[in-house]
């Protein structure tokens, strides 16, 4: 069965650094999705994807955060510069044109330091 | 805004014995759609069933059924026959118009044997 997966599924990284978290998402999909759950709290959405560009993003999704489908089958989500407070797991899905299911990778857990 | 409430603290559930549990939502929209989502100890987020806001009948999917109530803006879903595997963190969301996900903070149901 077709699934998301996420790589690095862990990324420890110091205060200020850049990170990039990578998603692959479903073949066939066409919308994309970011969220984030710190951790012991909800998931929080981040920002969804669609057509090449940004559909819809949230408050925290602010100017160190950004996405990018490389090539077609990658998508990737990058922090800029790293606070302490980005410590969290971040997870990629991806959904099919007429359906509503998301399916959510694994994720990736990251700790900054 | 949308918004998802589970309030229900942490349950212990009989290893073949039937939980509910409890998800209210609110939303000044007419088209909408609510998930239930699962998140064992190892972090991934599980789909598990999905109610649109004008389907009649309520979603069943094998052992899981939701159990929707759209005039008390309820969705509560019903795990019968629990197993062992059933132990983990459920969350219930509902699709916003963009097609986000917003979630609740999760129920934790631990089923012994």
């Known amino acids: 069965e077709p699934e998301v997966t996420q790589t690095p599924s862990h990324q420890v990284t110091q205060m200020g650094q850049e990170v990039i978290l990578r998603c692959v998402p479903i073949s066939n999909h066409l919308y994309f999705y970011w969220y984030r759950q710190i951790l012991g709290q909800k998931v929080e959405f981040l920002v969804s994807?669609?057509?090449?560009?940004?559909?819809?993003k949230s408050e925290i999704f602010d100017d160190q955060f950004s996405v990018e489908r490389p090539d077609g089958s990658n998508f990737t989500l990058k922090i800029r510069s790293t606070k302490l407070e980005d410590s969290a797991m971040y997870f990629c899905?991806?959904?099919?044109?007429?359906?509503?299911?998301?399916?959510f990778g694994p994720g990736t857990r990251l700790t900054v330091t | 805004a949308q918004k998802i409430t589970q309030t229900q603290p942490g349950m212990f559930v009989q290893e073949k014995e039937a939980v509910t549990l409890d998800c209210t939502y609110d939303t000044s929209d007419q088209s909408y759609g609510l998930f239930w989502y699962k998140q064992p100890s190892s972090g991934e987020m599980i789909f598990l069933i999905y109610?649109?806001?004008?389907?009649?009948q309520n979603a069943t999917e094998g052992r899981y059924s939701l159990n929707f109530q759209k005039a008390r803006k309820s969705a509560n879903l019903v795990i019968s026959a629990s197993q062992l595997g059933d132990s983990a963190m459920y969350f219930c969301?509902?699709?916003?118009?963009?097609?986000?996900?917003?979630f609740g903070k999760g129920n934790q149901v631990v089923v012994i044997p």
């Open positions: 969301a509902m699709r916003v118009p963009d097609n986000r996900l917003a």
């Open positions: 109610q649109g806001s004008y389907d009649e």
């Open positions: 994807f669609y057509n090449n560009e940004i559909s819809e």
């Open positions: 899905a991806s959904k099919e044109r007429f359906s509503y299911e998301q399916y």
